[in-house]
């Protein structure tokens, strides 16, 4: 079995979708999956924070399993949690979201399994996901690429944490997670999770750029991390280009190698609209 983590609220469905078709699609095993969502509500704080929804659920999980009737997907709420070790934090209002500190729950959910490849919503995979998962890391909490800017600004090892292979028996023995949460909790961070899980490691195994590569897509690429990033023309600029934005991923990266996941994607993005407008 696979162990997949995604973290998020409703917002990011299409990243999911996308996301997951890439690796359904780009991995030729037979092993099912099992997919993990951690979601929770924080509307008080904001209108468009709202857990995933029943619907998106349902199609999710009609999806995966039309590749495998194995496949299995765990929705788990973890607004208890989060009430209990951050509500009210220095790093509420984190860069993205309060939504991306809900990884550092994983050693206090019972049924997340030993191994754990958590990924952002904002990944494609380009090659076989067994590239990366089968991965020995033992003696390791994780296994992580390097970030882009991160190894020029700040120091060569500093790495991304949107791509990250879990070892979590190993996290749980060294409490990676217990100090990151600590973290949290005493100061405000300019990374917020990905600062404090630097903060708290023990030991991580380095994985070569092509394990989450957030800039360039090659033909060995395995993933592609559509992480905000850095333009020189027409003038020096930022962009904030997802997977899921179909016209500028063909206008400005002219990639076509995903059209395949782009077609299946738009069907099932169109079934839940059309579920949402049925339902009212």
Request: glycine share 2%.
């Amino acid at each position: 079995m696979v162990n997949v983590l995604f973290c998020g609220n409703e917002g990011v469905f299409d990243g999911m979708l996308t996301c997951t078709l890439s690796i359904l699609k780009r991995t030729t095993s037979n092993e099912p999956f099992h997919f993990y969502i951690f979601t929770m509500d924080l509307t008080d704080l904001d209108t468009k924070y709202t857990p995933l929804s029943d619907l998106q659920l349902k199609i999710y999980k009609y999806m995966i399993r039309k590749y495998n009737a194995e496949n299995e997907v765990s929705l788990i709420r973890v607004d208890s949690y989060y009430n209990k070790y951050f509500r009210g934090c220095p790093n509420e209002d984190a860069y993205c979201s309060p939504y991306t500190l809900i990884r550092l729950f994983a050693d206090l959910i019972p049924e997340i399994p030993d191994k754990l490849l958590y990924l952002d919503a904002d990944i494609f995979f380009n090659r076989d996901i067994h590239l990366l998962y089968d991965k020995d890391i033992e003696g390791y909490e994780y296994a992580a690429s390097r970030d882009h800017y991160g190894k020029y600004l700040l120091y060569p090892n500093y790495i991304n944490a949107g791509v990250l292979l879990f070892n979590m028996k190993e996290a749980r023995r060294t409490s990676l997670f217990v100090k990151a949460r600590k973290w949290i909790r005493a100061k405000k961070l300019v990374f917020a999770d990905q600062s404090a899980l630097i903060r708290s490691t023990t030991r991580k195994k380095m994985l070569p750029q092509r394990f989450n590569d957030q800039k360039f897509l090659h033909k060995w690429t395995v993933v592609r991390h559509f992480s905000k990033r850095l333009f020189y023309l027409p003038y020096p600029h930022t962009d904030n280009i997802k997977q899921w934005h179909i016209d500028k991923v063909h206008r400005i990266f002219r990639y076509h190698q995903f059209d395949d996941i782009y077609k299946e994607y738009l069907k099932y993005k169109k079934l839940y609209e059309q579920e949402v407008k049925y339902h009212g």
